[in-house]
Nanobody, 120 residues
Framework: QVQLVESGGGLVQAGGSLRLSCAAS????????WGWYRQAPGKQREMVAT???????NYADSVKGRFTISRDNAKNTVFLQINSLKPEDTAVYYC??????????????WGQGTQVTVSS
């Protein structure tokens, strides 16, 4: 079974930076696309950034220009570089992978989440 393990979260002051990583294991048929999502207390989970197998990226308006998603296909790893952090970026950040199955379908897999806390 595919597993995703996130790392890189922590406590940082406003204006600071973090680099989140998410590594996938037990990948057999490949990963189509990756995504980073976040969920703040009392709010719904929201998309932060996505990247396709071809490298096309998409960002939430609230993070454009500050966040950068990238992927290392050889290592089945995705990254999220977060700059100019704001207190409103405080949330649990989740990694998502759209993985291929043996019959050509897509199966979504989620990581356990990593906490990002931004102090003002």
């Amino acid at each position: 079974q595919v597993q995703l393990v996130e790392s890189g979260g922590g406590l940082v002051q406003a204006g600071g930076s973090l680099r989140l990583s998410c590594a996938a294991s037990r990948i057999i048929f490949g990963i189509n696309a990756w995504g980073w999502y976040r969920q703040a207390p009392g709010k719904q989970r929201e998309m932060v950034a996505t990247i396709t197998s071809g490298g096309d990226t998409n960002y939430a308006d609230s993070v454009k220009g500050r966040f950068t998603i990238s992927r290392d296909n050889a290592k089945n790893t995705v990254f999220l570089q977060i700059n100019s952090l704001k207190p409103e970026d405080t949330a649990v950040y989740y990694c998502n992978a759209d993985t291929w199955t043996y019959n050509g379908r897509i199966m979504k897999v989620w990581g356990q989440g990593t906490q990002v806390t931004v102090s003002s």
